[in-house]
């Protein structure tokens, strides 16, 4: 049998409840007939106990009509099941004395009144009632069995009591008929609460799709089979606001798509390719450009015979998507492209020349502004990247129309084309540009005046290298630099020596690198009160076995321009500072970096890796870094020092004053040592301007508590005017020793700290030198 009310959850018993109350017209029209049928058979037999009877229904009516008002205007909450038990009380107990009522009329007529007529109308209505109970009270089940039993124990009682067997009988069908009523009633119970149960299902999903279309962050549109939108939000509709007015639904997707492309809005081949996404049922990403900058992405979903469209707005997107390649592509200044984005246009242009057998002369020029560096230390960078900007503009008002112009980087340009290549119109080129240069700049206010150099190169060889272009036409520049500037320069022949030996140069680096050719030679920088070796600066030296000597200013430019110096650095860092522990302590050994090792990731790791290997304290290791090789990247180059700073190294900076920005690089970077450039000490001993610039510099690095260190130092006059007046703490230069290997180097510290005392020196005597 069916489980009682308390374990039917809240929601459901409540339904089942309020069920009991309703229609109560159904009510009053089926106790309309009942009494009707009692006052007909009360009237035929003349009997006053059925006039009591029909009184007793009228009575009994009444009370549950007014009993049914009472609920409609106070039904219980869905989830108040205290208000709802209360109710279904009332309802129970009123309906069982109904039920009793049909009873006693049933008995009544058939043991007191004995008439077929009234005992006809009285089982048939009763019967009926019974069905009615089923089907009213279906929900509680406790109700249906107190009123079929109500109904049923009377109505057998007084089967019985007639007496013979055909009414016993049919008694004894009312246990079966009560039964199969209780099972009627559980049979619409069930069908109830399955209606209830889909029902809030339903309206809970119709709410949570309501509201995940209404705040979902994209637009949403459902086709049917047909292309006919079924299903559209908010913001689905504002994507194509002011194109299509009106609702959408009910509408062809199409439809809206060729208002858009009337209106302009969205491209024709666009709209094409979405249909052919949505007749197809491919699915997809797609995205659309509407109404100016407005960019939505339409991802195209299919599942049997809807297919769903998701619009995403991603005009942020794309923007900074754009903004990202054209950052990647272009020089933030200019607008120009940069060096990366030149380099990528024109080796695709080369390599296209290759593959169809192109033999025309193609030209590079570089386009390099003259003492341009003037420019910034007087005026300011800002003022600097004015004149680039306007640089970049004239360039381009006078320029080939068939050149491609770029930023290599700084103050450099280049022009790259492959038509129109002829001498005349190249040199017609260089002499415009240049002309257009020489005009005067306004810089805050001032008139400046510059000249430019150019250096160009044509070229007819078939399988041409960007890099050798820019090569030789650099190669030019310096000619035409040092024919006085101002000028343009032809890359010629004459000039390919130098170029090939660059060439050998960068390829027998590589080899001398890799077979351990280079050599290192350490000039000591001495404590000037002591006259002892505090430490000394590790120097590379490259002997070509057949060219010779190779200037470290050659070979090291190269070192940089391939790639070698980090390999370099690191060879360095590992042969000072195993040479370093074979000094007494605490000399310290010094290693220059380049711009190049400040910008990797693998400086601190070659400088543990040598620390560790040589087993030297990393206090008696220093970094020598100059003011040109931080420029690039300072942020990174300050990071990277301040990580071996904390380490305990030292770090100096080197050929202090010749750089562009001085005293903010000694604000920003870890220094522990300042050396003073030679150009300071040259003209000491007869400069008094000299004298004076050289002493403020020395007391800047003191008020910074930093080790200041004078380099170049060559005779005693200097030395003793740098005592007498600066206070500087070590001395650099030939005064004490040249480069010396480390063998010699060795045997100097010995000798120079063998005593504590300061040896005794005239004005004009000059110690002897340790040469090689």
Known sequence: MPKGPRHLPTLDYVSIVASLYKDRRAMLVGMAATIIGVLMAAIKTDALVLYVVALAFVVSTALRYYNMLAFEENPPAPDDRAAALFWERKQMIQGTVSASIYGGWCFVSLVLVDDPFAELVAISVTIAAMIGIATRNFGIDRIVASQSLAIAIPLALGLVLVGDGYHMALAALLVPLVISF??????????????????????????????????????????????????????????????????????????????????????????????????????????????????????????????????????????????INFMARYDGLTGLPNRAYFTEQVEAELASRERVGRDEPVLLAIVDIDDFKHVNDTFGHLAGDRVLSETAVRIQSVMNRHSRLARLGGDEFVVYRAQDTDGDAVRAEAEAILSVLQRPFEVGGETVELRASIGFVTNLEPKTALDDLITRADLALYSAKARGKGQYQAFVEEMDSEFRYRQRLKSDLAIAIAEDQLKLVYQPLVDRATRKVAGCEALTRWTHPELGPIPPDVFIGLAEETGLISQMTRWVLKTATSECVNWPAP????????????????????????????????????????????????????????????????????????????????????????????????????????????????????????????????????????????????????LFSMPLPAIETRALIARMNRSSARPARGKTRRPALVAK
């Open 182 to 323: 209780r099972f009627l009633a559980a049979d619409v119970r069930g069908l109830l609460l399955s209606q209830v149960h889909e029902r809030t299902v339903a309206s809970r999903l119709a709410v949570q799709l309501d509201t995940a279309l209404e705040t979902m962050q994209h637009g949403l549109c459902m086709l049917d089979e047909n292309g006919v939108i079924a299903l559209a939000n908010d913001r689905a509709q504002q994507t194509f606001a002011g194109i299509a007015e009106g609702a959408w639904v009910g509408r062809s997707f199409s439809d809206l798509l060729e208002d858009a492309i009337g209106k302009r809005a969205l491209p024709e081949t666009t709209a094409d390719r979405l249909n052919r996404m949505i007749i197809q049922q491919t699915g997809g990403k797609i995205v659309m450009k509407l109404s100016g900058d407005y960019h939505c992405e339409v991802t195209i979903s299919s599942r049997g015979d809807r297919t769903v469209l998701l619009f995403e707005n991603v005009t942020a997107r794309i923007r900074a998507q754009e903004r």
């Open 587 to 734: 000399i310290s050994v010094a290693v220059n970096v380049s711009a190049r090792d400040l910008r990797g990731e693998e400086l601190a790791m070659h400088v543990s890796e040598a620390l560790r290997a040589s087993g030297l304290a990393a206090g008696r290791l220093e970094i020598e870094v100059t003011e040109t090789a931080l420029i690039e990247d300072r942020e990174g180059a300050a990071a990277r020092l301040e990580s071996l700073a904390e380490k305990g190294i030292g770090i100096a900076l080197d050929d202090f004053g010749t750089g562009y920005s001085s005293l903010s690089y000694l604000d920003g970077m870890p220094f522990s040592k300042l050396k003073i450039d030679r150009s300071f000490i040259a003209d000491i001993t007869t400069s008094e301007r000299s004298r004076k610039l050289m002493t403020n510099v020395a007391r800047l690095g003191r008020d910074l508590d930093l080790v200041l260190v004078a380099e170049g130092v060559e005779t005693e006059d200097q030395l003793e005017i740098i005592a007498r007046d600066t206070g500087i703490d070590q001395i650099q230069g030939f």
